[in-house]
């Protein structure tokens, strides 16, 4: 018998329909509402031709609409295929056909390229705003239940009645999203209903779910990390607050004024909030900041411990839906840096030389549980890096005694030079402890005589001045000297993609074509 649950949206429309659902801006939609205006939606993109199992391509910001057209694309059972918004045409044009996309919605920012792309596959492109739109759109709630949609075809407006809610299958693939393509070519990474589910569940274990919790979504949801709000805040009956991009003080602003409780940034985006904060402290009602997108520099969480900001260092990936690993509340001090222990159900492993590590003895992350992809869209199983179902992650951790995981690295991003190991979050944890620093990244070269030196890109701080040779000296005082750069260049911005995850491969293009 195939695993199901009811559909949670309607879950909370009929038992809660009143609560608040989202907000975003003047937008403030109840359950009854948002479960509505998904209905609607559905009806739409179904007269658009989208039924079971087509592959939808989505082009937009954030915003309710991209709320709505997720819901409303798990109503009909096709497929969702969240688009990055910062790639190009011919990038977009990849994934496009990779994906065997059917249609892509779009907003009015990306509409160029989207139609640029669609021309190109012999696909159409459809402006969400056609699809989520109602008579009478208002941001408060003027009425619990529409039964009826309406669809506009030349001068004659049609009724078009809503498909119902279907029960979900926890077997069936809700989305295909694409890796972040730090070290190479995106992968398709498939995710069920169960994966997402698990990982939300896992989540909730962790934190644990409160009645007055408001999450903020300002990481972008065609990532895996935006993504995966949608589904907690659908699932425990918690109201979202979206942000359509990342403004430090706007987000603190919502903390302080508007409720919000839990946020997920990564490093660059809780550093410029701190920036921005001048040291003034976070109200109580704060209760944690997650923290992802890769291993966090020891510098900035000292100084959050310091401030007491509820910060909680989490490990994930797109393969299991974003969070497989979260350190708890209660460890965030006295296990600093550390990514903390597995979410439930997942099982995790450190693997070296093909053997279990020992503690303390750093090895490829290990992976296995109902929250894991069960492949690649266009790669076959082979290629997944599983065996018996643990995912090799590619990522370098080690767990202490108490089994506790510290990630050090990406396996592809470590430096050997002269037969030592040298992980560039080191590097960058000492150049960021610098009073002019901001931001750092660090990759490894190409040397004749040590196989490989370390280089370093670093953003400085507003009207702090120094030179490289300042910076190499600094790191010799931390550092041995083999994990000093050699070369230090001072740039204006590091190269990131969407989610802020350093992209080390395009500071070792730009420093190899220096």
Known sequence: ???????????????????????????????????????????????????????????????????????????????????????????????????????????????????????????????????????????????????????????????????????????????????????????????????????????????????????????????????????????YGTPMEIHSGFDAAVVNEAIDRRGVTLVSVVSNMLRRMLDEREGRPYPDSLRCVLLGGGPAPRPLLEECARLGVPVLQTYGLTETASQAVTLAPEDALRKLGSAGKPLMPTELRIEHDGLEAAPGQPGEIMLRGPNVSPGYHNISQKQHKQHDGWLGTGDVGYLDEEGYLYVLDRRDDLIISGGENIYPTEVEAVLLSHPSVLEAGVTGLPDARWGETVAACVVLREGACTVPEELQAYCREHLAGYKVPSHVEVVVALPRTASGKLMRRVLRERHAAA
């Open 1 to 235: 018998m195939t695993p199901s649950l009811p559909d949670w949206l309607q879950y909370h429309a009929d038992t809660t329909p009143e609560r608040l659902a989202l907000v975003a801006g003047a937008v403030e939609w109840s359950w009854s509402k948002l479960y509505c205006r998904t209905g609607e939606t559905a009806a739409r993109l179904a007269q658009a031709g989208v039924g079971y199992g087509d592959r939808v391509g989505v082009l937009l910001a954030n915003g309710p609409e991209f709320v709505l057209v997720v819901h409303a694309l798990m109503r009909l059972g096709a497929v969702l295929i969240p688009l990055n918004t910062r790639l190009t045409a011919p990038e977009l044009g990849w994934q496009v056909e990779d994906a065997g996309i059917k249609l892509v919605l779009h907003d009015e920012p990306n509409a160029p390229r989207a139609r640029m792309v669609t021309a190109a596959a012999g696909i159409p492109a459809i402006s969400a705003q056609h699809v989520t739109e109602t008579q009478g759109r208002g941001g408060k709630d003027t009425s619990r239940n529409v039964a009826v949609a309406h669809h506009r075809r030349g001068n004659t407006i049609h009724p078009v009645t809503p498909p119902r809610s279907r029960s979900i299958d926890l077997s069936a693939v809700h989305s295909i999203v694409y890796t972040s393509g730090t070290t190479g070519r995106p992968k398709g990474a498939l995710l069920t209903f169960g994966n997402h589910w698990w990982s939300a569940l896992g989540s909730a274990v962790n934190l644990g779910n409160h009645r007055h919790d408001r999450w903020l979504a300002v990481l972008p949801m065609f990532h895996v990390g935006g993504l995966a709000i949608i589904f907690r805040c659908a699932i």
